[in-house]
């Protein structure tokens, strides 16, 4: 079983710059960051493959977000920049054991409890 720990979620002006971690506990084949606004559907943000650091990002955040991954840590960072209030939601970070990045949160077996990211002037 994989255990996730998020942290670095915070308050933020437009144009600012984040930087998200996720801790875990093991390494699976593959994790991901969805997040998740109030009424608003859980959304894919970004994914990584352990093996060969593949990655795979939503349009929306595309060019503004980079993850990437630590091996000696077992730690994905999401960094994010120029964000806007749309950014705004729980961020969560997700794991699976398959290669696939998959942008579908019911593939993903293990989750972390969230970081609130809020962008707001």
């Known amino acids: 079983q994989v255990q996730l720990v998020e942290s670095g979620g915070g308050l933020v002006q437009p144009g600012d710059s984040l930087r998200l971690s996720c801790v875990a506990s093991?390494?699976?084949?593959?994790t991901a960051w969805f997040r998740q606004a109030p009424g608003k559907d859980r959304e894919f943000v970004a994914g990584i493959r352990w093996r060969d650091g593949t990655t795979e990002y939503s349009e929306a955040v595309k060019g503004r977000f980079r993850i990437s991954r630590d091996h000696a840590t077992i730690t994905v960072t999401l960094q994010m920049r120029s964000l806007e209030p749309e950014d705004t939601a729980l961020y969560y970070c997700a794991a699976r054991n398959n290669y696939i990045i998959s942008p579908l949160s019911s593939d993903y077996d293990f989750w972390g409890q969230g970081t609130q990211v809020t962008v707001s002037s």
């Open positions: 093991g390494r699976a084949h593959t």
